[in-house]
T-cell receptor
């Protein structure tokens, strides 16, 4: 399977603990996105990378959240001092952006990491 | 604020019938629209997309229609099957890389 993969698929943690999620994009996809989805809602954008550069961050991404993509391949999303309101599905997507192109390209999603904060 | 919205939260159809899922958008800066299917416990699965320079695009059993005059998007599924049962999301780009999603329509296919 050459799709987007995420690890872990499920995470249960206690309030105040730190958690880290990993996303491996489709090979050769240079853009990587993080979204959050709560029950009954559509995904909400958190941040995106082009190669290793983090180009946009949503207002939803509080200072407790940090994302990295150090080598322009896999990415990690860390949540520090988790709160019950952080419980959600965290989705990663990737796309293949062409240099200099301004048109949008298709984003392909992974299976998500479901986080439950007790 | 401007957002993507859906007219119906749940759509129930008979197996074999055609399904139409509607979506309204309000951001005139959007030039890219996309439909995803999401089954329970899974990530969104790409179905079909369309750019603003088109008004219709067809895939396998699916057609997306874009009406820029009234800012309306629809997904048509021909000969709906039980495996089509899922939540369907439309999304727009609002002139950015990030996608803005609506809240979804649940499609239920009755055998």
């Amino acid at each position: 399977d050459t799709g987007v993969s995420q690890d872990p698929r499920h995470k249960i943690t206690k309030r105040g603990q730190n958690v880290t999620f990993r996303c491996d994009p489709i090979s050769e996809h240079n853009r990587l996105y993080w979204y959050r989805q709560t029950l009954g809602q559509g995904p909400e954008f958190l941040t995106y990378f082009q190669n290793e550069a983090q180009l946009e961050k949503s207002r939803l991404l509080s200072d407790r959240f940090s994302a990295e993509r150090p080598k322009g391949s896999f990415s990690t999303l860390e949540i520090q001092r988790t709160e019950q309101g952080d419980s959600a599905m965290y989705l990663c997507a990737s796309s293949r952006g062409l240099a200099g192109a301004t048109t949008q390209e298709t984003q392909y999603f992974g299976p998500g990491t479901r986080l439950l904060v007790l | 604020g401007e957002s993507v919205g859906l007219h119906l939260p749940t759509l129930s159809v008979q197996e074999g019938d055609n399904s139409i899922i509607n979506c309204a958008y309000s951001n005139s800066a959007s030039d890219y629209f996309i439909w995803y299917k999401q089954e329970s416990g899974k990530g969104p699965q790409f179905i079909i997309d369309i750019r603003s320079n088109m008004d219709k695009r067809q895939g396998q059993r699916v057609t997306v229609l874009l009406n820029k005059t009234v800012k309306h998007l629809s997904l048509q599924i021909a000969a709906t099957q039980p495996g089509d049962s899922a939540v369907y999301f439309c999304a727009e780009n609002m002139g950015r890389r990030a996608l803005t999603f609506g809240s979804g329509t649940r499609l239920q296919v009755q055998p």
